[in-house]
């Protein structure tokens, strides 16, 4: 690990190689934890990821990225005084190397809250903010990698969701979940999953309900439902499993009649047929989704019946366990 360390520090053809031989060497959990330990490793490594030469630059953001995969908190903690630049570069560069910057800062975030607490100040949100409007397709997805992240930890609530919602990244995400299959099925899911955590976090709700989320997200499982063909594309499921997650949420929250429309029904057993059998995890965020249509709610319950739906539910009670208790 000294030894290229000592090659990286080295200058021209030296330096490329031993770069690219530190980028596999770092995919090895103990190389990772030798290699920060070392002293100036990660001060070389951030000399060559902000120099001006393009393929250093790249390499060098690859190996920050290998060590940004480790489940170690201290190696995520020695790559603290990358961040800024992290953040720096998610502007007017290609999209190959935003890429590769927001998927290190959402590998960081996993692991160590004092990252976390870092990217707070230095504005991550204002700065994903601004991202969120990019063209391109893996920068969204992306970002939705590192918000997700963001949103799943244990101080979101308090400190992240209210500087989101401060933002126009709620609205934004919606739009792009509501694409669909049409601005990228990546995107869609990991912003699908972010308003899922924001729906979770019991602070947020009813922001979202006033963006119109209720009805927007009922819209998109019936062009989902009305879409799906014999064959559902590969990852449609991790489209519309939060999505059902974040309708069932929802509709617990609102007090109005925002969801009221029987053909939430229908979409929601055509979903059913379409999965049922290759991702049975389908079938209980469905009847999640059902229970709370028609709980309490007449309207839901008079159109079940009026639809002829209680076969197809009653066919669902040898599915799992859960099922039969839901159903």
């Not at 929802?250 to 991702?279: K, M, N, P, W, Y």
Request: hydrophobic share 45%.
């Amino acid at each position: 690990v000294l030894e290229l360390l000592r090659g990286v520090q080295r200058g021209s053809e030296d330096r490329r190689r031993s770069l690219s031989r530190l980028r596999w060497a770092l995919q090895n959990k103990e190389t990772q934890q030798k290699f920060v330990r070392l002293d100036g490793s990660i001060r070389t490594l951030i000399g060559l990821f902000t120099s001006s030469l393009a393929d250093m630059q790249m390499e060098a953001g690859r190996c920050l990225h290998e060590l940004s995969h480790s489940s170690d908190p201290a190696v995520a903690e020695a790559c603290l005084p990358v961040t800024p630049y992290l953040l720096t570069y998610l502007s007017g560069h290609s999209v190959e190397f935003m890429e590769l910057c927001l998927y290190t800062l959402g590998n960081l975030v996993v692991e160590s809250e004092a990252v976390r607490k870092q990217l707070l100040p230095q504005g991550i949100i204002p700065v994903l903010a601004s991202c969120i409007q990019s063209p391109h397709e893996a920068v969204l997805e992306g970002l939705g990698y590192v918000l997700s992240q963001l949103l799943q930890a244990k101080e979101a609530p308090a400190e992240i969701i209210p500087l989101v919602l401060d933002t126009v990244l709620p609205r934004h995400m919606l739009r792009l979940v509501c694409s669909g299959l049409k601005a990228g099925i990546g995107a869609a899911v990991e912003f699908a999953w972010c308003l899922h955590y924001i729906v979770c976090s019991h602070t947020a709700s009813a922001a979202l309900l006033s963006l119109g989320a209720l009805p927007a997200l009922a819209s998109l499982l019936l062009d989902l439902a009305s879409d799906i063909p014999q064959d559902a594309p590969e990852g449609l499921e991790l489209l519309v499993c939060p999505v059902l997650r974040c309708l069932s949420n929802l509709l617990a929250e609102d007090t109005g009649c925002q969801g009221r429309d029987e053909r939430l029904l229908v979409a929601l057993f055509l979903i059913l047929q379409c999965f049922s059998q290759q991702h049975p995890f389908i079938v209980q965020e469905s009847l999640w989704l059902l229970n709370n249509l028609t709980a309490e709610e007449p309207f839901f319950c008079s159109a079940l019946l009026a639809l002829d739906l209680l076969p197809a539910l009653l066919q669902l009670l040898p599915c799992s366990h859960m099922a039969s208790v839901l159903v």
